[in-house]
């Protein structure tokens, strides 16, 4: 049978309140009425309605936080069919009423009415109940409760999931049998230097074989493993064959020599380029990076460096230039020191037999400029179309 929903009554529920609060209610199921006419169980009854037999054999107990199982026993030589029940206290107020239109059950003369409910009650204290007859009672088994309880099926068992029905030992056998085979028929199987395994129908241990220090030491087996003390055996031997007295010497430029007592780092440093720059250093080495450092630049004017601190410098002038006493030209950066040689000369746009001219430099260059003297020799407008200058410092 599905669940049935019973209705407490208002009159029920006050009860079960002024027992959670304290008062002494006797909350005792005492009877329980049958009745065989459908009603609307309605939280405001009071009575059963059509009730035509009262059965004060009630048994029952908690079995859990809100649940009661309840018991009633109706032995007597009488005949009818129940749609309907109510729970009576003590005192005769109706706790909680159940009807269904159709009927619930039916009793010969011949028979007896025994009927079993786990109530679940929408409180955690149902303790406080208790029952009019407890001279039996059949509740469900629990873990805290002796009761009745059903044997699971063998597809119960191999689910493994049910809580509630029992295992009997020929469905356990069964299962174990089952998980034995599927065990056992495994293997554990074992490679590389690892040995001993098999099935398991039997205990099995997996070894791996280790090495002694003499066939550490004659480096040819494949099917051992090296331990610790077989390696601190190999490196006892290495130490005598080389001693660690021996040295590592560097020269040159090579650094970082010593004894075999600790780590050596054997290193060349490289020049930097202002070691480039000033070319004294005599313990680095030249890189593309210790050029690449060296102050440049690369253009229509520019300069460039070079190791030990000379410097060439270009310029292109270009202007339209007539006769000039004197022509002053600025370098693209100015010489530290002085300007050491300063070379000069015209430059036309085209080709021409006709159109000459030259130039040549006033006086001592200076660190940052220099003057130039235009003489222009043409026929038609007497130009030149700019100077060329070549330079040489430090």
């Known amino acids: 049978m599905s669940k049935l929903v019973l209705v407490i009554t208002q009159a029920g529920q006050a009860r079960f309140t002024a027992a959670q609060l304290g008062d002494a209610i006797d909350l005792k199921v005492a009877r329980v009425g049958l009745t065989a006419q459908p009603f609307v169980a309605a939280p405001t009854l009071t009575r059963l309605p059509g009730q035509f037999r009262s059965v004060d054999t009630v048994s029952g107990e908690a079995v859990g936080d ?7 026993r109706d032995a007597e030589p009488e005949a009818y069919t129940v749609r309907g029940f109510g729970l009576f206290l003590a005192d005769g107020t109706l706790l909680a009423a159940y009807c269904h239109d159709t009927p619930l059950f039916e009793k010969s003369t011949v028979s007896e009415m025994h009927l079993a409910l786990d109530i679940a009650f929408p409180t955690d204290q149902v303790a406080a109940l208790s029952f009019g007859d ?6 469900p088994a629990t873990t805290e409760t002796k009761g009745v309880a059903e044997l699971a099926t063998q597809a119960e068992v191999d689910a493994g999931t049910d809580a509630v029905r029992i295992v009997t030992p020929r469905t356990l056998a069964q ?9 056992f028929g495994r293997r554990v199987a074992t490679a590389g230097l690892a040995t001993g395994g098999g099935d398991l129908s039997a205990d099995r241990t997996i070894t791996v074989p280790a090495a002694t220090a003499a066939e550490a030491d004659a480096g040819a087996l494949t099917t051992k493993a090296l331990t610790p003390a077989s390696i601190a055996n190999v490196l006892a031997s290495i130490a005598l064959r080389v001693t660690l007295a021996r040295r590592i010497d560097t020269g040159g430029l090579v650094q970082g020599g010593g004894s075999l007592a600790a780590d050596r780092t054997i290193s060349v440093p490289a020049a930097t380029p202002e ?24 253009g229509t004017d520019g300069y460039y460096t070079l190791p030990g601190g000379l410097i060439v410098q270009w310029v292109s002038y270009r202007a ?9 030209i600025a370098y693209p950066v100015p010489f530290p020191n002085a300007c050491l040689f300063a070379m000069t000369c015209p430059t036309i746009s085209a080709a021409s037999q006709a159109r000459d001219g030259w130039t040549q430099i006033v006086g001592i260059p ?27 410092g430090r």
């Open 66 to 72: 809100n649940v009661v199982h309840m018991i009633v």
């Open 134 to 139: 407890t001279n039996f009672l059949n509740p």
């Open 175 to 183: 299962r174990l049998s089952a998980l034995t085979t599927s065990i």
């Open 275 to 298: 070691q480039l720059l000033a070319a004294a250093a005599a313990d680095a080495a030249l890189t593309p990076a210790s050029f690449g450092g060296l102050a440049k630049l690369f």
């Open 320 to 328: 339209l230039l007539a006769d000039e006493p004197s022509v002053s």
């Open 366 to 392: 200076g660190p940052a400029s220099c003057l130039v003297q235009v003489q222009a020799d043409d026929q038609n407008d007497r130009r030149i179309d700019g100077i060329n200058l070549l330079l040489i």
